[in-house]
């Protein structure tokens, strides 16, 4: 089995189990009388799915080492399905499914200063587009394509930081001490401006270089990542949005106060 | 009192408005003239650095403005301050403001790309700042109506 595979079989298993944790928490969570929303529950699996279809997709297409495919790939991992994981709420989840004492410890922790430090937006935006920078501009990706670790770890950092940055700027899992609007929607409006100023060089200056991609299929790449993220954040600056709506039409609480979480999320703040 | 806040509502309707008026030139110009025309190019070799920048920045705050104009547009709607002549003057300074942004600094000072390339440039230059100066007048005299109304 190639190193690609086997990361993906590994993948597979994680996504696989984090399906059943999710599936767990809401059977739980029924069985004391606390019903979850249909809503969640499809957004979170269609989110693994979406995950499940960037990992294996050279398999379903059998192409390897294509950079529009490559690209595809990208835009699945650390683009689209990080929106309906987020919409999913899996923190909400976890913390109705813990004890009094479980959600003062992981609210302890979402306080504390390196984790706040990880999750706050501007972090999340440099180490999402830092890392792309790097990866398309530098011998990185060519790295890539011959070493499975690197391969491995491009592919996790396309998923953790694109979970993070989506998670950061409009996540609507309860969060003490989110950041105000504006910066959350400043921090959107540079990081879609870095990620279409990187489309765009990336079609200019032909990067990433000696990859063995035809000049047609990098360009073709650059356009896709461009057109693509747009999409994403487009879908995203809405997602931020109707979470202000939310809040602005209450006037009090959280947005996941207006979603009917009323108990649990008076409880928390 | 009560008139001061008015006044805030109108002013906030010209401008809510003027963010859709932006966001949606910049759709137009992006979805007919580089989309379907295929008259500008996504990058034409002569567009320098700044340029590049410049326009990955005003490329992203169109698609924020377009959201965030819709947003606001609907929320002044449903508690009833909306008001409605400052809304379209808002929206046409909006679009007319842009078309012209984009002729003049894009175009011309940034040089991020062409209206259209192997013609005489002349008047297409002329046909797109044109209308983006009329759109900007048809937005004045709705301003003038509004604040005289």
């Not at chain 1, 923190?91 to 499914?97: D, I, K, P, W």
């Not at chain 1, 396309?158 to 105000?180: C, E, K, N």
């Not at chain 2, 859709?20 to 996504?42: R, Y």
């Not at chain 2, 011309?108 to 797109?128: E, F, N, S, T």
Request: aromatic fraction near 12%; proline fraction near 4%.
């Amino acid at each position: 089995m190639t190193a690609h595979a086997t990361f993906a079989v590994f993948m597979t298993a994680l996504v696989t189990a984090t399906g059943v944790a999710y599936a767990a928490g809401v059977v739980r969570l029924g069985r004391r009388g606390r019903p979850w929303r249909w809503a969640r529950t499809i957004s979170f699996f269609l989110g693994l799915g979406l995950l499940l279809l960037g990992l294996w997709l050279p398999n379903i297409v059998h192409t390897h080492h294509d950079l529009r495919l490559h690209m595809v790939q990208h835009l699945l991992l650390g683009m689209f399905a990080p929106l309906p994981l987020v919409l999913g709420m899996p923190g909400l989840l976890l913390l109705r499914n813990l004890p009094r004492r479980g959600v003062g410890v992981v609210m302890g922790l979402l306080v504390s200063r390196p984790l706040r430090c990880l999750t706050h937006p501007v972090t999340a935006a440099v180490s999402d587009m830092g890392a792309m920078y790097l990866l398309y501009l530098t011998p990185l990706y060519l790295l890539s394509l011959h070493n499975g670790y690197v391969h491995a770890w491009v592919h996790l950092h396309f998923i953790v930081a694109g979970y993070l940055f989506t998670w950061a700027i409009a996540g609507p899992d309860p969060a003490p001490r989110r950041p105000s609007y504006a910066l959350r929607l400043t921090v959107l409006f540079l990081a879609a401006g870095a990620h279409a100023v990187l489309g765009k060089l990336m079609y200019a200056y032909a990067w990433p270089r000696a990859t063995g991609d035809a000049l047609e299929d990098v360009r073709a790449a650059a356009q896709w990542m461009y057109y693509g993220g747009d999409l994403a954040e487009l879908l995203l600056a809405i997602l931020l949005f109707a979470q202000w709506r939310g809040r602005h039409a209450l006037g009090r609480g959280s947005w996941a106060f207006s979603m009917g979480s009323r108990r649990s999320v008076a409880n928390l703040r | 009192m009560a008139a001061a806040s008015a006044e805030a509502e109108t002013k906030r309707s010209a401008w809510v408005a003027a963010l859709i008026g932006i966001g949606l030139m910049a759709a137009v110009d992006e979805i007919v003239f580089h989309q379907l025309l295929g008259w500008h190019h996504f990058y034409d070799q002569a567009t320098p650095a700044i340029g590049l920048l410049s326009d990955g920045l005003l490329h992203s705050a169109e698609l924020i403005a377009i959201v965030a104009g819709f947003f606001l547009f609907s929320d002044m709607r449903r508690r009833g301050t909306l008001a409605p002549l400052h809304a379209w003057a808002g929206f046409f300074l909006g679009a007319g403001g842009f078309q012209l942004f984009d002729g003049i600094v894009d175009h011309k000072i940034l040089r991020i790309h062409q209206v259209r390339y192997g013609v005489d440039l002349l008047p297409y230059d002329l046909a797109w700042n044109g209308a983006g100066l009329a759109l900007l007048i048809v937005g004045l005299l709705l301003l003038r109506r509004a604040r005289a109304a």
